[in-house]
């Protein structure tokens, strides 16, 4: 089963999942835990993923995505 949210936010406002959380900066972009990890998919704008499992933050551009595989 896959637990997803599609998201449209401008300001402060952040999406986690269990591997994985996004922090908004103005854009539309999906967070969705699958069996395999914690999937983040941008659309429009750009999102600064931590990926809790490497411990590392990504900024994914429009048209990219970060998956944060489970261990």
Known sequence: MIRQLWANAKGKFRTSGRYASATVRGTIW???D????TLTRVTQGAVQVSDFIL???F???AGASHLA???
């Open 30 to 32: 999906l967070t969705a």
């Open 34 to 37: 699958r069996c395999d990890g």
């Open 55 to 57: 411990k590392k933050k």
């Open 59 to 61: 900024l994914v551009h």
């Open 69 to 71: 595989k489970k261990a």
